[in-house]
């Protein structure tokens, strides 16, 4: 069966007299218990922190999303990065983080990791195989991003994986671009896959949300419980919201995958930018690790301007009248920023250029085009 139906039927009650088609949310704090016997059980739910049946049914729905043996969830797309990490650590490890991450997540484990003497490196995100000779007999993780934020780039994910797996060394990757449709890291060996849920799934701007999924129970249960002792917990109507989200979220992120494309092959041909940084486009470095690892694309993508000044930049930006200025994607609208004063590398290439990130909404993919062309009348 595709996902797409999977998605669809997902937590279809029996038919009765009238039966919702959707579960109930249920808002708890307190649960009560016939017995004061069970109040102690380890197999049922204790208290509210612990989740409700739709907290079950959208874990259900994301480990069948990704083929995972366990999903935790978390009330944002960080904290779906941030506690499978600290699930794998300890004091005097050392962790491999890509260059190209989300850079909350770079804060995260270069600042916050580094006081509890957890030392953080930066690998390139085109290391492949090479990565093994990075790794040391503290390694505990390795954290990918594939593509990277803002640059794109691919990882070779099996190469990464072998060598992890050959040093006992965890691997977690943000596959928050894929949606988990165009890309299954764990079939390729990554050992936790995170979901900044608040974009596709959410997909109306109007939510945070996060799941991360694990390739073995053990390591889901590890999460789990980092989780559980940091006091994790989600909202029922957002977790509802989100599972909401996954009814329609193939043919919405079919159409926003193609748009994207159309755009960044449409802008590989205008004279005023130097470089397109989609995945999928031809042209792209990493394009045959894309073409051999994934199966689609993704709503945003980056292109590199020729050389220009940055008033032209936000110039440009600004006379876009259908992309929103703002961060996230996988909303319904089309999202643009300059991106050059968040980034941040220490070990891959500068791209020269200044960098433009558009996220592809739900508009006709013809308007946004337009849109973009007039606004370029802005770059001299
Ligand atoms: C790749 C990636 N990972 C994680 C996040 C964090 O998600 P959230 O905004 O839900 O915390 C973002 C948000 O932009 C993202 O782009």
Request: glycine content about 8%; overall charge negative.
């Amino acid at each position: 069966m595709e996902k797409e139906t999977h998605f669809t039927h997902i937590s279809r009650p029996k038919a009765g007299m009238g039966t919702a088609v959707n579960p109930d949310i249920t808002r708890a704090s307190t649960l009560l218990f016939d017995r004061a016997e069970d109040l102690y059980r380890s197999d049922i739910r204790g208290y509210g922190r612990h989740g409700s049946a739709v907290h079950d049914t959208l874990k259900e729905a994301f480990n069948l999303l990704e083929g995972g043996a366990g999903t935790s969830l978390f009330p944002s797309g960080l904290a779906a990065c941030t506690y499978p990490i600290l699930s794998q650590i300890k004091t005097g490890d050392h962790i491999l983080l890509t260059d190209s991450s989300y850079g909350p997540t770079r804060y995260f484990c270069d600042g916050h990791l580094k006081k509890m003497g957890i030392e953080t490196e930066m690998y390139n995100p085109r290391i492949g195989a090479d990565i093994e000779n990075l790794l040391r007999p503290n390694t505990s993780v390795i954290i990918m991003e594939s593509p990277g934020s803002l640059t794109f780039e691919i990882q070779d994910i099996p190469a990464i994986t072998k060598a992890a797996q050959a040093h006992g060394v965890t691997t977690i990757i943000d596959n928050t671009w894929s949606a988990g449709l165009s890309l299954n890291p764990l079939k390729l060996g990554v050992d936790i896959s995170c979901h900044a849920a608040t974009k596709y799934f959410g997909g109306h701007s109007d939510i945070m949300s996060g799941a991360a999924v694990s390739r073995t129970e053990k390591l889901a249960k590890q999460v789990a419980l980092t989780a559980k002792h940091l006091g994790n917990a989600c909202s029922p109507d957002d977790v509802y919201q989100i599972l909401r989200g996954f009814r329609t979220v193939v043919p919405r992120f079919r159409q926003q995958e193609a748009t994207s494309l159309a755009l960044a092959n449409w802008l590989g041909t205008h004279s005023k930018v130097q470089q397109v940084l989609h995945p999928a486009h031809e042209t792209h470095p990493d394009h045959a690790f894309w073409k051999r690892d994934f199966t689609g694309g993704g709503c945003i993508f980056s292109v590199v301007m020729k050389p220009c000044h940055e008033t032209d930049i936000l110039a440009f930006i600004n006379a876009l009248k259908l992309f929103g200025i703002g961060y996230s994607y996988g909303g319904f609208e089309s999202l643009a920023i300059h991106c050059d004063p968040q980034l941040k590398r220490s070990v891959s290439a500068s791209l020269g250029g200044p960098l433009v990130r558009f996220a592809c909404g739900l508009e006709a993919m013809e308007d946004l085009k337009n849109d973009i062309e007039q606004a370029l009348n802005e770059i001299s």
